[in-house]
């Protein structure tokens, strides 16, 4: 079966860097892309962007450009997002789920992975 | 960028009833690329509608979903206990993907 394993909870101070994987596994990786997805506290769902692992493509929301790196390792099954200059605001539950581009829906999600940003 | 408005906010029913939610988007979603899903707390989100109106391998059929351009609907025909929970659309025609804001079903 399909199933997407995120890496654990994370503590950050601001200005620093946070780096969460997700495991593919019951499918072919390089067959479906990746997204991200994030969520404060107490709020709503928040798109922060798709890779292909086919290809290494990536497409970012705008407000994280230049912050935000997705990547993927095919020789694992794991995709990668890297969010860089951390701030209170980033603080979330953060998702990787299958699918997630346009075009293309989001079927399987990961567990999600806590960061807190706190000094 | 689609903004999506979920209405109403919170939908107070009792099991057995009817559940109609609504999302409307600020512009024409294209080729009904309108997406729904269920969440419960602690958990990740689950798809149920794709599409706008094809459920996902799994979903019940008390779950339905409607609509074309800018207003959609999902209706849960007959309420269960497992479906008390917040639902969000989310469309998936044009960069950025967005999400609407949810409604929460609770229990009256």
């Known amino acids: 079966q399909v199933q997407l394993a995120q890496s654990g909870a994370e503590v950050k101070k601001p200005g620093a860097s946070v780096k969460v994987s997700c495991k593919a596994s019951g499918y072919t990786f390089t067959s479906y892309g990746i997204s991200w997805v994030r969520q404060a506290p107490g709020q709503g769902l928040e798109w922060m962007g798709w890779i292909s692992p086919y290809n290494g493509n990536t497409n970012y929301a705008q407000k994280l450009q230049g912050r935000v790196t997705m990547t993927t390792d095919t020789s694992t099954s794991t995709a990668y997002m890297e969010l860089r200059s951390l701030r209170s605001d980033d603080t979330a539950v953060y998702y990787c789920?299958?699918?997630?581009?346009?075009?293309?829906?989001?079927?399987?999600w990961g567990q999600g992975t806590l960061v807190t940003v706190s000094s | 960028e689609i903004v999506l408005t979920q209405s109403p906010g919170t939908l107070s029913l009792s099991p057995g009833e009817r559940a109609t939610l609504s999302c409307r988007a600020s512009q024409s979603v294209s080729s009904s690329y309108l997406a729904w899903y269920q969440q419960k707390p602690g958990q990740a989100p689950r798809l149920l509608i794709y599409g706008a109106s094809s459920r996902a391998t799994g979903i019940p059929d008390r779950f339905s979903g409607s609509g074309s351009g800018t207003d959609f609907t999902l209706t849960i025909s007959r309420l269960e206990p497992e479906d008390f929970a917040v639902y969000y659309c989310?469309?998936?025609?044009?960069?950025?993907?967005?999400f609407g804001g949810g409604t929460k079903v609770e229990i009256q």
């Open positions: 989310q469309q998936y025609g044009s960069s950025p993907l967005t």
């Open positions: 789920a299958r699918g997630g581009a346009v075009a293309g829906t989001s079927d399987y």
